[in-house]
């Protein structure tokens, strides 16, 4: 969905959404835990009264928001509840304006653009039209759910057509700075009404907002999805050498099928784009993956040279970097240019460390397609790494420890709730500190034993902590404490 100028009236754009009946969970939470989320979605159902529950934000395809949301709002239709994703529209400035907003949140300049006046002027009047598509789809009485900086300036609207709002912010920084007070001071008018906040930690919240107001929900993931169903090892490779990204596979098959979030079934027909030195890596060869937006934050440049310089090229291992293809993000306008920066270093590098690095750009137009191929890739990797600068909460550690994947990834923002060091997969304290990030790579390519062990624990850990059960209850605790919808 490419954004387009306000000169041409913005409309809301909805995305669809299916019903999925969260009892096929059951088999991994256990009937005691299932009960409680019925008997939850039953007091939420109450609470509502019949109102809908209107989720608004940025993109409907791409990065984790898009992804948790679908997941979240498909489980709740299953359980009755009513409700909606609307995405918004701007045009470019409007995304460079609150891509610079989101660095500030994660304490980068970005691109050290202003947040003044005009800036302000201008993110007011892409609301405000967008204002007034929410305001002819939304009923009094409705609960209006606010994703992150794009969208905020909605929330004064919201509340006044006679909505609960509550603004959710997936992004953060542990300990703020001057980039982070500036982006939190051009968000704090906007949140000014809002009747809660939602935060994936603690520290996450807008620093001027009462702690009362502030909830902490951690994001979770669907077991079932196409991006987390299970998956043969073999089907994991014909896709991976369907798609362009292995070699060497026994067989040749047409694109591998997966399952649609409708619960259709889908093939993979598209392929990816690869920048590569030669043919792919070989079927057998040991693969270290990191899948993340092309985000100067995600830190793929230094994933590249860490892996170049400080994993023994003997183990035989490869890097694979993979992000979406860089017209498929609209929210994202810096995208391309980080994905350029990639390419320009991994052409600086000698040719035999640059025959073992690949950057691949996964297609963007089929977001399930999209899905089952990541999956396939993290299903086969050897090690899935994260090396985030920051990080809001970093959905991909959930999806490869679900998968039984060694992860390593840097201790920052919402990773530390995901894995402890040494039990479910490995921490590099310092995420610019490339030779503790080899080192770490490096100890779980030789030592298979032990990367198994990590990858079993944190397993478990998903199935504890991050499905969708969970995290639904901790909205409809949150909305019964929001007190009754009605007008």
């Known amino acids: ?71 979240l709002l498909s489980y709740a239709r299953g359980a009755g509840i009513d409700t909606r994703w609307l995405v918004i529209e701007g045009d470019p400035k409007f995304f460079a304006i609150t891509k610079r907003i989101h660095n500030g949140l994660y304490g980068s300049p970005g691109d050290g653009g202003d947040l003044g006046p005009a800036e302000r002027r201008h993110y007011e009047r892409v609301l405000r039209e967008n204002a007034h598509e929410l305001r002819a789809v939304m009923r009094p009485g409705d609960v209006v759910v606010v994703h992150d900086p794009q969208p905020a300036g909605l929330v004064a609207a919201a509340k006044h057509a006679g909505a609960k709002v509550v603004w959710r912010c997936h992004v953060g920084l542990d300990h703020p700075n001057e980039w982070s007070d500036r982006s939190w001071e051009f968000l704090r008018p906007y949140l000014a009404e809002s009747d809660a906040v939602i935060a994936s930690r603690r520290t996450f919240g807008p620093p001027w907002v009462d702690p009362a107001r502030v909830h902490v929900i951690k994001p979770s ?24 990204l292995v070699d060497g596979s026994t067989e040749t098959a047409p694109a591998v099928s997966f399952t649609r979030r409708d619960g259709s079934p889908g093939r993979i027909n598209r392929r990816v784009d690869v920048v590569q030195t030669g043919p792919p890596p070989h079927v057998d060869t040991p693969l270290v993956v990191q899948i993340s937006r092309w985000d100067h934050m995600k830190d793929m440049a230094g994933v590249m040279s860490g892996f170049v310089e400080h994993v023994d090229p003997s183990l035989g291992a490869h890097l694979l970097l993979c992000g979406p293809a860089v017209t498929g993000v609209a929210d994202d306008p810096e995208a391309a240019e980080v994905l350029d920066d990639c390419m320009g270093r991994w052409r600086d590098l000698p040719h035999a460390a640059r025959s073992r690095v690949h950057l691949a750009c996964i297609p963007m137009a089929d977001p399930d397609e999209n899905a089952s191929i990541v999956n396939a890739i993290q299903r086969h990797a050897s090690v899935v790494v994260q090396k985030s600068l920051a990080e809001g909460f970093g959905l991909t550690v959930a999806e490869a420890m679900w998968k039984r994947r060694p992860v390593v990834a840097s201790a920052v923002g919402g990773i530390v709730d995901q894995i402890e060091d040494g039990v479910h997969g490995l921490l590099v304290d310092d995420p610019t500190d490339l030779a503790a990030f080899g080192a770490a ?6 030592d298979r034993d032990a990367a198994a062990r990590l990858a079993e624990n944190a397993h478990l850990r998903v199935v504890d902590e991050f499905l969708g059960d969970r995290h639904l209850e901790q909205y409809a605790l949150l909305f019964e404490q929001l007190g009754p919808t009605t007008a």
């Open 1 to 71: 969905m490419c954004p387009v100028s306000v000169r041409g009236n913005p409309k809301l754009h909805e995305v669809d959404v299916q019903a999925i009946d969260a009892a096929r969970l059951e088999p991994l939470i256990g009937a005691e835990r299932m009960a409680r989320f019925e008997q939850t979605a039953e007091v939420a159902r109450e609470t509502l009264a019949g109102n809908s529950v209107l989720n608004v934000n940025s993109t409907g395809a791409g990065g984790g928001v898009a992804e948790m949301l679908q997941t």
């Open 221 to 244: 993931i669907d077991p079932f999805s196409a991006k987390n169903e299970p998956i043969s090892l073999r089907n994991a490779r014909l896709t991976l050498s369907y798609v362009g």
């Open 441 to 446: 790579v490096e100890s779980l390519l030789r």
